[in-house]
């Protein structure tokens, strides 16, 4: 079935446009009015604040142990460099708090030159070569504040003090800069893990909900009314499809309730699910609505999740047949293309005479199929609804393609 050309107005591209070659979509954006919270609306002085307070108290922390040890085990291993607890502790807090001076940079060299794969050739050597400048500005600086602070009372120099400290403590802090390192990316790998926990478990607890809204939505008092108007004048007039219609009406209860929400099935498995919902509501609007398939054959075993085409078919329904008079076609697609599955849920007025409808689309069914793909597919899925054609309007859902049999197993927050 074609179609005349309209512009898409795409609810959320993650994708690149380059890449599948389509038009730049439209994104939708808050109203005005609406008040941002969470880490976005935090003050930036005060996060720069707070992580400022923290490196200083671990520094500090640091700087104690250190004194401790040096005052305790100083006497009995180096008599010679034994120092009171005053001296330990101002020394030992002094290089501490030079560090932590110095935390912050070097972080931020640890995120940006990470080893990764096809980059440790290049990154490596430059953490080494900044490693060895952080140690030996270190080094400068701890000489010049004791220098400025408790001058040596004989001579020998600046020069002889540095060589004798870069000599005494260089490949100390050589390894204290590496330790800073790697605890960066020892924070950055736990604050990933924390993330992907919480991205599993908000995906569970969302698909979860999205199940039981399924439920909700195909089971909502309008539809059981509408369905049990439609059967009940059928027992007299039509008592088989009477009786069909009840038995479609428990196949519906039987797959929401039975099939797993969190995890992903066959396209084939979803189909027969929309075409219960279809044949549903093709008894009760009889002959003014047509359904039609059009899957291509290579598609019916590609992963998809469960539940995902019935927001999109009840949009059909509702932007549709329900606001316009005449009878109406529902056509299903799917094919893969270029390592990704397309599924399209399209429209259209057949009789062309009728008034078209002009009430605004409903895009409610395909915002609660949105936060699942943002869940599920993070920056690899494309969702659009079209405009509102002369005849009818399309929504089109754009996934990874990946086959049934190595993904359904898959647990739930692994979909990513």
Known sequence: ???????????????????????????????????????????????????ALEIFAIWTVVGLFIAAQRYLRGPSLQPRLALPLAESLAASLVT???????????????RR??????????????????GAAAALLHLLATNVFWHVVDPPEFGGGFAAM???????????????YIGIVGVTWGIDDYRTYREKELQASELERELVQTQLEALKLRLHPPFLFNTLATIL????????AAARTVVQLGDI?????????????PLKTELEYIRLYLQIEQTRLQDRLEVRFAIAPEALDAAVPN?????????????????????AAIEIRAWPDDGGLHLEVHEAALDLEEVP??????????????????????????IAITDRLDNGHEVSITLPLEQASAAVARPAGALA
């Open 1 to 51: 079935m074609t179609t005349a050309a309209s512009p898409r107005i795409s609810i959320v591209r993650e994708e690149s446009d380059a890449s599948r070659g389509a038009a730049p979509a439209v994104s939708f954006q808050p109203p005005p009015h609406a008040i941002v919270t969470g880490p976005q609306a935090a003050p930036g002085r005060l996060r720069v604040s707070r992580r």
């Open 96 to 110: 501490a708090y030079l560090w932590a001076a110095l935390t912050p940079a070097i972080m931020r060299l640890a």
């Open 113 to 130: 030159f990470r080893p990764r794969q096809g980059r440790r050739l290049t990154t490596i050597p430059v953490l080494l070569v900044c």
């Open 162 to 176: 540095f060589a004798a400290t870069l000599a005494f403590g260089g490949a100390a802090r050589l390894a204290t």
């Open 233 to 240: 004048p059928l027992i007299r007039t039509e008592p088989r």
């Open 253 to 265: 209860l039987r797959l929401a309730l039975h099939n797993d929400a969190t995890g992903l099935v």
């Open 307 to 327: 539940l995902i085409l019935l927001p999109l078919a009840e949009s059909a329904i509702a932007n549709g047949i329900s606001v316009r008079p005449g009878r």
């Open 357 to 382: 409808a002009t009430v605004p689309i409903d895009d409610s069914f395909v915002r609660k199929t949105k936060l699942r793909l943002d869940l599920l597919y993070p920056g690899t899925h494309r």
